[in-house]
Every structure is written in structure tokens, then in C-alpha cells.
């Protein structure tokens, strides 16, 4: 009875981990498309994919044009808004960098730990039959079984 009850504790341990580890990876993955998504911003989609930049770099630098900053709509020159769009790109480039090597890193982490020598390997699977037998309070919740 009291190797049941550490086992159920055990295998509530391991499941808290694993689903800690997927909400990291799952947040971490909505991280890199918020950011994608803001540096695709930053590009012209008529006819091919030019970016703002490229588009502002043959104009005068004294020429007036609208910047738009933390939603509103601000008068510029080119000479002002071409170094601020530059920093912004580079510094989207550098996050979105940055996030994916994390991104890289939590799942190598979770590899790791799914064939770690302290536990053993562990996948979530459905066994109501197994659920049933046993007085786990769990009842025919998914349990964490050797596979």
C-alpha cells in the first residue's frame, strides 16, 4: 500500500515536470511567432517582399513620413525614422536569435530528461484498465507508464 501510494506520488512528480516542461516550449514557441510576426511587419508585400527600410532609402532624408509608436501616428523625416528602424530590426533579429536558441535548449532539456539513468523513460499513455485495478485516487486519468 505505501509502495502504491509513493509510486502514484512519484508518477504525479514526473507528470508536473513533463508538463511544465511542454507549457516552457509551448510559451517560448508563441515568444518567437509574436516576434516573426512583428518583424514581418516591417516588411511591403506588393509585389515582392521589400522591406521599409528599402523603400525609405532612396528618398530625401528631409522628406516628412509617419512612424507609428506605441499606436500612434507621429510625423517624421527619413533622416530620423531610417536609424530607429534599423535598431528596431536588428534588435528583432537579435531577440527572435535569442529565443529560438532557448527554444533549442528547454527541448534538449526535456530530451534529456525523458532518458535520464535517475528515472526512467516515460510516456503518457491511456490505461483505464490499469486505472481501474488499482485504488489510485487518480481513477481513469491518464497515467505515466514505462513504454
Known amino acids: ?46 509585389p515582392y517582399p521589400i522591406q521599409i527600410l528599402d523603400t525609405l532609402d532612396p528618398l530625401p532624408l528631409d522628406r516628412k513620413c509617419f512612424r507609428m509608436v506605441n499606436g500612434v501616428l507621429v510625423e517624421r523625416t527619413v533622416k530620423d525614422v531610417i536609424p530607429a528602424l534599423k535598431i528596431n530590426s536588428d534588435g528583432l533579429k537579435k531577440v527572435l536569435d535569442e529565443l529560438v536558441k532557448q527554444y533549442k535548449k528547454q527541448q534538449d532539456d526535456m530530451e534529456k530528461w525523458k532518458v535520464s539513468p535517475d528515472e526512467p523513460i516515460l510516456l503518457m499513455r491511456e490505461i483505464p484498465e490499469a486505472a481501474a485495478a488499482s485504488n489510485s485516487p487518480v481513477g481513469n486519468a491518464r497515467l505515466l507508464t514505462p513504454y
Do not use: C, P, R, S
Not at 516552457?24 to 516576434?35: C, F, S, T
Not at 518583424?39 to 508585400?45: A, G, L
Open 1 to 46: 500500500m505505501a509502495q502504491q501510494q509513493i509510486t502514484a506520488k512519484k508518477q504525479q512528480e514526473l507528470q508536473l515536470q513533463y508538463t511544465t516542461y511542454k507549457n516552457n516550449l509551448q510559451q517560448l514557441a508563441q515568444k518567437i511567432g509574436d516576434v516573426e510576426q512583428e518583424t514581418e511587419e516591417h516588411k511591403y508585400d506588393e
